[in-house]
Nanobody, 124 residues
Framework: QVQLVESGGGLVQAGGSLRVSCSYA??????????MGWFRQAPGKEREFVAA?????YYADSVKDRFTISRDNAKNTVYLQMNSLKAEDTAVYYC??????????????????WGQGTQVTVSS
């Protein structure tokens, strides 16, 4: 059982930057390496894949070259650095995790654990 907590969301202007974080903890101890993902959901829309990281990063085309996913294993934290933000990036951003690796990082069903989300609002 893994608990995920997102933080760092807020209101920014278009063209600005923001970094959201996801702290994770295993109730049985942090003994495994997890594949971590970021998804987002805008009002009235389905949840969509944003980025994921195992040994390297994977990105949706809509955020490629603007967002960067990284992790700090010592702090049990995963980050999503968002640059050149657009109004279309406004959404609740969710952190997800699964033990081991994934063959399809963009598939929501591949992840076993989810956080509650953090709101990111980009004003035009």
């Amino acid at each position: 059982q893994v608990q995920l907590v997102e933080s760092g969301g807020g209101l920014v202007q278009a063209g600005g930057s923001l970094r959201v974080s996801c702290s994770y903890a295993d109730s049985g101890g942090t003994f495994f390496r997890y594949t971590m993902g970021w998804f987002r959901q805008a009002p009235g829309k389905e949840r969509e894949f944003v980025a994921a990281i195992s040994w390297s990063g994977y990105y949706a085309d809509s955020v490629k070259d603007r967002f960067t996913i990284s992790r700090d294993n010592a702090k049990n934290t995963v980050y999503l650095q968002m640059n050149s933000l657009k109004a279309e990036d406004t959404a609740v951003y969710y952190c997800a995790a699964v033990r081991g690796s994934l063959t399809d990082h963009a598939r929501e069903s591949g992840y076993d654990y989810w956080g509650q989300g953090t709101q990111v609002t980009v004003s035009s």
